[in-house]
């Protein structure tokens, strides 16, 4: 299948936002182009997934903002800048942390809408990528936010959850949640290594990020009192359990625990056993615990750290 494209739902407002730009009318015709694209609906349908609220009705206030009129200039420019990516180059980027095999059978959706985060989400059996185009985004950027979310999309390809079945239940879920840590992989992949800052691009971003990894030990603690509950079976409902396993993934001001650990976790590994060792993890992820467990040790003493560790309950759940 490999990589392909839908611009019909920017296409669509970028039509919209052209003409309240210049004062015309908009007809019922543009608004049913839009509402009938199949971005558009993709996107509806993802947002019905998550339990999100999403109206047609929202949507044109959000178009009828001056904000987004007064943007159409910076929306275009955007537009063309994604269309001129090299994507072979990010792709092979982006394949530079992922193991080999790795498959990226997937749409990408630009999408302009009122959050401005991307997402991969399964519409249809199929994997679907949105990129919500950022009005005037550097092109520094904007390949970073693609080999990001590209990074997910090949490492949802090598997942495979039956690998895990000799696991009891609740330690496949922590596994499953395991996967949760690919935000922190996909932000080395895009950073292009550990030695590069994985928000080089946007000093406000760096900042937050620099702010955030202080409070490495911290973040890993809440990861682990989560998997912890899952061991025990102290969650009321999945529901329960879903609602805080999100939670971390939106705290700290977006780039959540998740973000900051799995980075973390990821660095620590390869700078001390090899970028293959990391790759290795990512094919099993039961290895990921014991193998940082030892790196951090020499980790620490190396750079004059003092990262915390795994419970043996959860090394321990983890074991044949």
Known sequence: MGIKFIFDQLEAVLQILEKQNNNISITNTDWEDLFTSKGYKWLVKRENDMGNKFSKNDFKSFLHNKNQVNSYENFKKSRKLLKDLELNKLLSITKKYLPKGAKFDTTIIPVIKPQDNSFVHEINDELVLFIYLEPGISRAKLENKLIHELHHVGFDDIYSPEKYNYLLQQAQQVIEWTNAFGEGFAMLAAAGGPNNHPNYFDEELEQK????????????????????KILKKEFFNEKELYKRGY?????????????????????????????????????????????????????????????????????NSLKE
Not at 209 to 228: G, M
Not at 300 to 312: A, P, V, Y
């Open 247 to 315: 939670e971390l993934m939106m705290n700290n001001g977006g780039q959540g625990s998740w973000y900051t650990v799995g980075w973390k976790i990821a660095v620590v590994v390869e700078k001390i056993n090899g970028k293959e060792v990391l790759l290795d993890c990512m094919l099993d992820l039961t290895k990921l615990y014991p193998i940082y467990n030892k790196a951090v040790k020499k980790y620490n003493k190396k750079f004059n750290e003092n990262l915390k560790s795994w419970s043996d309950i959860i090394i």
């Open 209 to 228: 990020w620099d702010s955030n990894i202080e409070r490495f030990n911290e973040d890993f603690d809440l990861i682990e009192e989560f998997f912890v």
